[in-house]
């Protein structure tokens, strides 16, 4: 239910962005404009996205151990390290807006003057924001190790909120006026979550005593090195395949940027909820001086891929009717559809091997017994260069698809490397026990039928925004409805250990 619930919250977010981006196509198109704003948004949220999801490896156990040993007191503890954060944040700030103009220089040498201007402002607006995220980060933290998830999960969609309104809204200075709307509402969503922390932590101790003392201590250390090296390679892939993007040509990098929208945003946002809750129920067990089994790793990662694959089947399968559905307007022409389309089939598998990476690793992070830097370090270090060799080869003959193959390629063979480096810890291997939660393959299997069903009597229809609608339901909502239907004659159950 705290998966489901921090999903809840993510789902407002997969519907804003969405929203963002049929606006985004219909306001600017492909092209110049719209490139240079997607390279400055692109730069800047994969920084604040990198901290809101990576520095949450080093707070959660932090807070966690405070949690476990200090009760009550561990407000204290959270509003210092979110001020610390914070300041962190404005250093980043600084930093960004310095080095926006020679950042599109080095990424982007083919914009032009007016592109690039643009691009570094968007960039330095965006990053405006840091201050705000990274203290939320610590707020975030604070509210899912008392069990709260899915009320941090909706407030943080506010930013995305506010851009939305000024695309709809504005007439002029698009790009500028929502890179500052997106900003100020960061800055509104950490007022908020502070609020909600004051309220719940100060009754913490009463709430929930503190347990034993753990077994094995919490290296905050160690945290911290393994989140900045992860928080590293997150910007490396992210910078590096929007400076091959810009590369392919004018509309490059919008392509990318909608291709990815699509192809991984209710995948990686369903990832996201599943390893969040997942980390810090291991975190708390590490801090409680337990270990999670072999089982219960593999346990989670076949829940995960059975929620996971339906929906990049969906994707795929409507890859066209999708795109031309939602962005095919205004001055995104069908040729601008047809390249986003092809290029988004290849891009729904890059979330299913990424999601298996991410869950090792977090596994690997949750255990202060093993050498998380070491392992952390070798792993990622091997899939950011493999990608960076990836998009060397392959983006001059595919363009963005190559970029997007390489995006899939790259978590299996890392995969097999960290199989390799765990093979005598006893993480990976073991007896591995499935319970109620085993009915869950066959309802992904029912719903994947059900969407191929579900599209059968629209196969011979012309293309037009009413049709395309009209099958993207049709074969949702079978889809959907085979699924909980199969779960419930199974009487699937699933528990995240």
Sequence with gaps: ????????????????????????????????????????????????????????????????AHAARAGGGFLRATLRHAAIAAALGLGLSLLTAWGAAPMVRLLAPG??????????????????????????????????????????????QLPRAAVAAVLALAGTDIAIRGAGAFAVAWFAVAGLMLLQCLRIARDWQAEAPAPPAPAAPVRPLAAGISAVLLMVAALASTWLETGFAAQVGPGGVTRLELTQRLGTLPGNTLVAALSLVVFTAWSRRAAAGQRPSASDFWRNIFVG??????VQ??????????????????????????????????????????????????????????????????????????????????????????????????????LLLMAVLLRGSGLLGGPVHLGREAGLAIAAAASIAGFALGALPFSGAEPSARADFAMLAASGLLGAALFLVTAKVLRVSVALH
């Design 1 to 64: 239910m705290a998966a489901v619930s921090h999903f809840g919250g993510q789902l407002l977010g997969i519907l804003l962005a969405l929203l963002v981006s049929h606006l985004i196509a219909r306001r600017l198109g492909v092209g110049a404009e719209a490139d240079a704003f997607f390279f400055g948004r692109r730069i800047a949220t994969s920084l604040i996205e990198a901290l809101s999801q990576i520095m949450a490896v080093f707070y959660i156990p932090l807070v966690a």
């Design 111 to 156: 914009f032009d003057g007016g592109a690039a201007m643009l691009a570094g402002q968007a960039l330095t607006l965006f990053g405006a924001a840091l201050p705000a995220t990274m203290g939320c980060i610590v707020f975030a933290a604070c509210l899912n190790v008392t069990g709260r998830f899915g009320m941090p999960s909706a407030i943080r």
């Design 305 to 310: 891929l059975a929620a996971l694959l339906p």
């Design 313 to 414: 089947v969906y994707v795929a399968l409507h890859s066209q009717a999708l795109v031309g559905f939602l962005l095919g307007h205004g001055r995104f022409d069908a040729a601008a559809v047809d390249s986003v389309a092809h290029s988004l089939r290849w891009m729904t598998l890059a979330p299913l091997s990424a999601f298996v990476l991410r869950m090792v690793l977090v596994r690997v992070l949750a255990d202060p017994g093993l050498p998380v830097v070491r392992l952390v370090a070798i792993g990622i270090g091997f899939d950011t260069g493999l990608k960076a060799l990836l998009f060397q080869l392959l983006t001059p003959g595919f363009g963005v698809v190559g970029i997007v193959t390489a995006q899939a390629i790259s978590p299996v063979a890392t």
